[in-house]
């Protein structure tokens, strides 16, 4: 069984929450949610459910410091579709569609969002794409009927829901599905020495183009610092002569 994980580059989120970088100047990272998905597809290769996991990712020269993160944790083959242009979830899809049609795997394995667009489209895109069954937000995944279905434990509003979809399938991660396993630097050293698939766009025979522009990225405003007060009676004259709320 092969299992074809693609992956985003994004902002690392903890920087420039922690230090106050903005997220055009924050180091770049794999995408946490896509962590997981590669982190699931090595521990499924592990036991002897899979015999292949290959990452994809869609971007420029750039991205490649997480191709190699990503050689680094485990995988077995890279491919980075080369483009710079920032596309819409609908134009990933299309991409990734065309790489299925060529790699031609069980189960495509990914985050169920990228943390710098919050989109959560991909996923569901590729499979109606593909005319694939899906399971997103997926907690736990289990292989059962000697591989020909996957049950996977979906985390939902109203709480846990169990669904079987069978292969082949798209699967989406949600945040408690593992903890992905430290990257040690002779690891990421020998990731170097590893050679990444460089594909195009016109390789796949798929034409899309970018639907928005980006104009520009910044911090939301600093929150003015809270007031104590000392009664319900003061409280309840603030909100109504000063923050007019009441």
């Known amino acids: 069984m092969k299992i074809l994980v693609p992956f985003k580059s994004v902002p690392d989120p903890s920087e420039f929450a922690v230090a106050g970088a903005a997220p055009s100047t924050a ?10 998905a ?6 499924i290769r592990e036991r002897g459910e899979a015999t292949e996991v290959v990452g994809v990712t869609v971007g420029p020269a750039a991205v490649e410091e997480q191709v190699r993160s990503a050689l680094a944790m485990g995988i077995d083959r890279t491919i980075r579709i080369d483009d710079s242009r920032a596309l819409d979830p609908y134009a990933i899809s299309r991409i990734l569609r065309a790489l299925v049609d060529k790699e031609a795997p069980q189960v495509v394995l990914m985050g169920k969002q990228a943390v710098d667009d919050d989109s959560n ?3 569901q895109m590729l499979a109606g794409l593909l005319g694939w069954p899906q399971a997103t937000f997926a ?11 996957v049950r996977c434990t979906r985390e939902t509003d109203a709480g846990l829901e169990v669904i079987e979809v069978k292969l082949p399938a798209v699967i989406t991660t949600d945040l408690r599905l593992n903890e992905p396993r430290y990257v040690s630097l002779p690891g990421l050293m020998k990731a170097r020495k590893k050679p990444i698939e460089l594909l195009t766009c ?16 910044s911090r939301p405003p600093k929150r003015a610092a809270g ?7 003061e409280l309840v004259s603030k909100l109504k002569e000063e923050a007019k709320v009441i």
Do not use: Y
């Open 139 to 149: 907690s736990k995944i289990e292989f059962v009927a000697e591989k020909a279905w």
């Open 27 to 36: 180091k770049s990272v794999i995408n946490p949610f896509d962590e997981i």
């Open 227 to 233: 007031l104590r007060v000392g009664s319900v009676e």
């Open 202 to 217: 016109d390789d796949l025979a798929v034409n899309v183009k970018p639907l928005t522009n980006t104009l520009s990225t």
């Open 121 to 123: 489209q991909v996923g």
């Open 38 to 43: 590669i982190e699931e597809a090595l521990r």
